[in-house]
Structure formats: C-alpha cells, structure tokens
C-alpha cells in the first residue's frame, strides 16, 4: 500500500508530465500557426485595429507584431491600396449586421515598397459580447500572386465565381428594379427613366435607392461598373 508521501510524488510528477506534453503541443501549434502559408490576424470590428498576428503577416509586410498593434487603423491605411480601404468599412457594417463571413481579392504592399501584389481576403467573427455583437474577428489575407503552379484552373475559378455572383446579383432585383437598372447602366438619369416607364420621379428615386442596397453599389459609377460585368452593357 502506497504511502501518502509516495502518492504525492506520483501525483506530482503526473502533473509535471502533463504540463510537458501541453507545452510541448502548444509549441507546435504556435510554429504551425506562424509557418501556415497564410497571413493570420484577429481584429476589433469596431475599431478595426489588428490586436494579434502570426509570424507570416509580419514577415510578409515587414511590420512587427508591436508596431503593427500600436499602429491600430493606420495600419490598414498603409498596406492597402488607396482603391481598396473602402472594403474595411464594408466588412465592418457586414459584421454589424450578423453576416457569418465577409471575404475578397484586395491589394496590399510590403512596407516601403511601391509595388502592390493582390491577396484573397477571409474574416469570420470570432468574439461575441451579451448582445450577440461581434467583437473581434479573425482574419487571413493569402497571397494570391503565389498561386501560380495552377493558372489555366485560377482562370477558370474566376470566370466561375463571377457568373454566379452576377445570377445572384440579377437574381435580388425585382422585375422593375431590373428595368431601371438597365436604364441607369445605360447613361439615363431619374427624370429619364421616369418619363420612360411612365412612372413617378420619387418612385424611380426609391427604386434606385433599393438597387444600390441589394447590389451594394455607392453610387452610379460603380452601378455601371456592375453593371458590364454582368453583361448588360
């Protein structure tokens, strides 16, 4: 029969054992997460400011962790392109509603490089307060320029994505909405399409309005720029 001492020192040594073995398998998740070929990040959605990275994302853009975490917004300010910062904004107000993951190609450029190379951009929320509001989001930005071993399929993988991003965009529009749209697309303005579908001035203005929500479009620039990648042009 073991002595209270002896079953102490086993106890103990049990626990010590275990903590190796921890430790040793949070090392190796530690180096994985560093080495995966992918730039890891989690932000603040409200403040869109990066509170952790891996190793990749630092080496990647030449930040460290520390100047990239006391940098907060300004960070995203200096990696992407000046075309591109609206997206934070858009991810932002996505996360705000409840969508499950905001993703897409953006471009960002190494610390004092003025070259720009393109990157496919993933975030899921990942904290949550009482009220089911996100807190923090986990992102990952993979270098879309590395994908090179594969063209002929990248080609096709977009021809693809963007058919049936345009069916679903066509797909949200009313009948109507699909009119003015066209209309809109084609150069006319709210009194024009009015006069041509023999409606209200006000009403077109609301039509148009429910357009650029559904499509997510800004303004008519960006309306016609939708508008020839979906062919209606």
């Known amino acids: ?106 471009r960002v450029r190494r610390r004092n490089s003025p070259d720009w190379f393109w990157v496919v951009g993933l975030g899921i929320p990942f904290t949550f307060d009482k009220q089911g509001n996100v807190i923090d989001v986990i992102c990952v930005f993979l270098d879309f320029t590395n994908a090179i071993d594969t063209g002929n399929q990248i080609s096709e993988a977009l021809r693809e994505v963007l058919r049936r991003r345009n069916e679903d965009a066509l797909n949200k529009l009313t009948a109507r909405e699909k009119d003015i749209f066209m209309l809109a697309a084609g150069g006319h303005n709210n009194k024009e399409i009015a006069e041509k579908l023999n409606l209200s001035r006000y009403t077109v203005e609301t039509h148009r309005k429910n357009i650029r929500l559904k499509l997510k479009v800004r303004n008519t620039s960006e309306l016609v720029a939708l508008a020839k990648q979906i062919g209606m042009q």
């Not at 869109?48 to 975490?69: F, H, M, P």
């Open 1 to 106: 029969m073991q002595d209270m001492g002896t079953e102490n020192r086993d106890s103990q040594d049990a626990l010590i054992s275990e903590n190796a073995k921890l430790r040793s398998r949070l090392e190796r998740l530690e180096a994985i997460i560093d080495q995966v070929p992918a730039m890891l990040y989690t932000s603040n959605n409200s403040r869109k400011a990066v509170n952790w990275c891996n190793k990749r994302l630092t080496d990647t853009l030449g930040y460290s962790q520390e100047e990239i975490l006391s940098l907060g917004t300004d960070f995203f300010r200096q990696i992407l392109h000046p075309d591109d910062t609206s997206i934070l904004a858009i991810s932002q107000q996505s996360f705000r509603e409840k969508k499950s993951m905001y993703g897409g190609v953006l």
